[in-house]
């Protein structure tokens, strides 16, 4: 079994920094794909950033510049440093992993719990 746990988010003021982490633990074989989502208050979940097994990234463009998404490969956790914050990154974020639990079993996609982030101006 597979569990993400999340931790970093609180309040911020504006242009101040935070740094969210997300831990998988459980039976994995490896990770191919590690994303952050977020999701504010009526509107839809969208995806921030996402990092490959080979580190390969990629935002999107409301965060290039400001955020930075890497890997821990040895640790199986993801880190979003986010810099400059604004009001508009209030939101609910969420990891998300694309975990094989085995060599020949397909990809199955995981989801942290979830941690909010409050930017006040």
């Known amino acids: 079994q597979v569990q993400l746990v999340e931790s970093g988010g609180g309040l911020v003021q504006a242009g101040g920094s935070l740094r969210l982490s997300c831990a998988a633990s459980g039976s994995i074989w490896s990770i191919p794909t590690m994303g952050w989502y977020r999701q504010a208050p009526g509107k839809q979940r969208e995806l921030i950033a996402a990092?490959?097994?080979?580190?390969?990234?990629n935002y999107t463009e409301s965060v290039k510049g400001r955020f930075t998404i890497s890997r821990d490969n040895a640790k199986n956790t993801i880190y979003l440093q986010m810099n400059s914050l604004k009001p508009e990154d209030t939101a609910v974020y969420y990891c998300?992993?694309?975990?094989?639990?085995?060599?020949?079993?397909?990809?199955?996609?995981?989801w942290g719990q979830g941690t909010q982030v409050t930017v006040s101006s």
């Open positions: 990092i490959t097994s080979r580190s390969s990234t």
């Open positions: 998300k992993m694309e975990i094989l639990t085995t060599w020949y079993a397909g990809a199955v996609d995981y």
